[in-house]
């Protein structure tokens, strides 16, 4: 009895030519481009416009930098530090940001507060400059709120933050500098206190963090309480 050799000779397209079909790369490429577009239409497109318009409806301040202004006229950010010097001011921690050198290509240079180019130092607790750079703070805040020699000073007022745009300080920060700016601007000590305590944040939702004085509302208040000691300083 013969067997039919029919189905073995019977010729059989291979998956690669199905594959490198003009066809099958047609359907392969048009799949692509609508996965593409509905990305680009949900992440791209839905997303930022619902997120921005919740934000908007539920804190709009926030939402829009947390901006403040003073007679009409935006003055900062309730997130962004700035640099404030003088006696008759509250100052805000030390800042490591940095600007380009305008008179050396690729160097770099103090710009204390520069929000252009948030950054730290990147030195580490041993780092021998670090220790230097700590220990002549100290002696310049020692010397510049009348503090004894062996005063302890709070570790913000001598360390950047890793942000360089910190814009608090610590409540104890605030209370060594008080007298210094009620004796240059001839304020009670106990009004400034005041303004101090209406200008301290508690914990972020009552357990992160520690209380905190945003430097710039406490500033701005001082103008607006003592205008005659107001300088650009």
């Given amino acids: 009895m013969k067997s039919s050799s029919l189905s073995l000779c ?21 799949s692509s481009v609508r996965a593409a577009v509905a990305v680009m239409l ?21 939402a829009n930098g947390s901006l403040i202004e003073r007679n009409g006229q935006v003055v900062g950010s309730a997130l962004i ?16 940001t940095t600007a380009p050198d305008p008179d050396k290509e690729g160097a770099s240079v103090a710009a204390p507060y520069n929000a252009g180019q948030s950054g730290g130092s990147n030195q580490g607790a041993t780092h021998k400059d670090l220790a230097e750079t ?18 302890a000073v709070p570790v913000d007022a001598v360390t950047a933050s890793a942000s ?33 305590t209406q200008a301290t944040q508690g914990r972020t939702l009552g ?4 209380p905190r004085v945003n430097v710039l509302r406490l500033n701005l208040a001082l103008d607006a309480l003592n205008p005659s000691a107001a300088t650009k300083e």
């Avoid at 019977?10 to 048009?30: F, I, N, Q, T, Y």
């Avoid at 300080?169 to 206190?193: G, K, T």
């Fill in 207 to 210: 357990l992160l963090g520690e």
């Fill in 81 to 96: 530090g700035q640099q404030f010097a003088g006696a008759t001011y509250f100052h805000g921690r030390p800042s490591a």
């Fill in 42 to 62: 949900v992440a791209g497109i839905a997303y930022p416009l619902a997120t921005t318009g919740v934000a908007q409806a539920l804190l709009p301040h926030t």
């Fill in 164 to 196: 360089g745009l910190d814009p608090h300080i610590s409540v104890a920060n605030a209370m060594q500098q008080l007298p210094r700016v009620a004796q240059a601007r001839q304020l009670p000590q106990e009004q400034l206190w005041q303004l101090v």
């Fill in 10 to 30: 019977a010729p059989v397209a291979s998956v690669a030519d199905v594959e490198s079909s003009p066809a099958s790369w047609g359907r392969l490429v048009a």
């Fill in 134 to 151: 700590v220990a002549a703070r100290v002696a310049q805040y020692r010397e510049g709120n009348g503090l004894a020699a062996d005063a």
